[in-house]
């Protein structure tokens, strides 16, 4: 019989979770329903971004690749991608053309593939497994110590105090295209829970973002911006649309030059209160939305903008995809919100005032500019205050 710790695996990562139950599962599976099983997805790389679960090796652009989706308990599906070769024995389906998503949408070469690509299952003395586990027992302890330190208090970028727990992750992020969000428009709603959204605002999961006015175009050129502290001036003792003032005067023309540069001018920030406020959440949607309208009728220029009203870590210990410095908002946009076009990230960049200075409520902008690679700029620099 197996024995599991759940108040230690609550601990750890979804990423780690998914890893650990896997590599368990090898040797001794755990009871699963068919409703909770992971569902096996097949498709050509995007791009060369993400790693094999199995060799760790980075899979090639236009390769064949094999994923297993499951949900996080969010309703979040998570991929995690293979190698055909590298692929779980254990998870390979009987009947791939019914059971592998995408599987109709390959070429018959590699339809064929995988209707030879034989389940298996591994002794109990597979050497693999077993050094595996020895490997990753350090890990475990260690990530178990590090998620017991001490909470810090961190600030939203409005100045708003919530509590967090410190991110178990380097600063240096590998990239946006570790994560995986599948996108679909039957989860795009008009309200944000039960909140009620203005004229041309959509949600999806935990973000709310604002439809493509005439004037947007897409670009592979991106010019991106945090909105509190770097475009407008906002406070924790003022409440309301209308409280807001440009924190720079030369925003209006320095927008105007970009966009007529060809860039696409986007906002990625944060706002928690729309989900911490559960009894004032119209009240916080109301007053987020219309400084956003207030300030984009201000400056006269088409801008696309995301909000991520999520929390940060949940009782589950999973952080939240979508709010900096995850790469949720921006993965979104590049994937589902830019005509298909690919981003120049040497002519892209972000502007965000949080970038873990003395006084900075925060590094989440900097660090968000990181985990996407794109060049970061302070708003006082850029700006020319």
């Known amino acids: 019989m197996l024995n599991i710790s759940f108040s230690r695996l609550s601990l750890l990562s979804p990423q780690t979770l998914i890893s650990r139950f896997h590599t368990l599962s090898l040797s001794a ?14 498709e050509y790389a995007k791009s060369s971004r993400s790693s094999c679960k199995g060799c760790g090796k980075p899979i090639a652009s236009g390769s064949l690749r094999l994923g297993l989706s499951s949900k996080d308990p969010r309703g979040f599906d998570l991929v995690k991608w293979h190698h055909l070769d590298c692929f779980p024995p254990k998870s390979r389906p009987l009947t791939p053309s019914k059971e592998i998503k995408g599987f109709s949408s390959l070429k018959g070469s590699d339809q064929e593939a995988l209707r030879n690509l034989k389940a298996a299952t591994p002794s109990k003395g597979d050497s693999s497994v077993k050094k595996n586990l020895k490997r990753d027992e350090p890990e475990l302890v260690e990530l178990e110590r590090n998620a017991k330190k001490a909470k810090a208090q961190d600030k939203d970028e409005d100045g708003h105090e919530e509590i967090e727990e410190k991110s178990l992750e380097t600063t240096k992020s590998s990239g946006a295209g570790e994560l995986e969000i599948s996108f679909s428009i039957d989860d795009v709603k ?4 039960d909140a009620s959204l203005a004229p041309n605002w959509k949600s999806f999961k935990t973000i709310i973002f604002r439809e493509a006015e005439d ?20 406070s924790v003792k003022r409440s309301g649309p209308d409280a807001w003032s440009l924190m720079y005067p030369s925003i209006p023309e320095k927008l105007q030059e970009l966009y007529n540069s060809g860039y696409k001018l986007v906002i990625f920030t944060n706002e928690s209160n729309i989900e911490r406020w559960k009894a004032k959440r119209q009240q916080a949607v ?25 929390l940060g870590k949940n009782k589950y210990q999973i952080d939240d995809p979508f709010r900096k410095p995850k790469p949720g908002m921006w993965k979104i ?17 972000y502007v965000g005032d949080a970038a873990g200075r003395v006084n900075d409520h925060s590094d989440a902008d900097i660090r968000f500019a990181q985990a996407v690679g794109l060049k970061f700029h302070l708003p006082e620099e850029f700006f020319g205050a």
């Open 29 to 42: 599976p755990l009871p699963m329903s068919s409703s909770s099983a992971a569902t096996v997805v097949a």
């Open 190 to 193: 008009n309200m944000y829970k």
């Open 215 to 234: 004037g947007l175009h897409d670009s592979e050129k991106v010019a991106a911006f945090d909105f509190d502290g770097c475009l407008v001036n906002t």
């Open 286 to 310: 109301d007053s987020k939305i219309g400084r956003l309208n207030g300030f984009l009728k201000r400056v006269k220029v088409p801008m696309q903008v995301f909000i991520a009203c999520g």
């Open 333 to 349: 946009m590049t994937e589902h919100f830019n005509s298909g076009i690919a981003i120049d990230m040497d002519q892209s960049f």
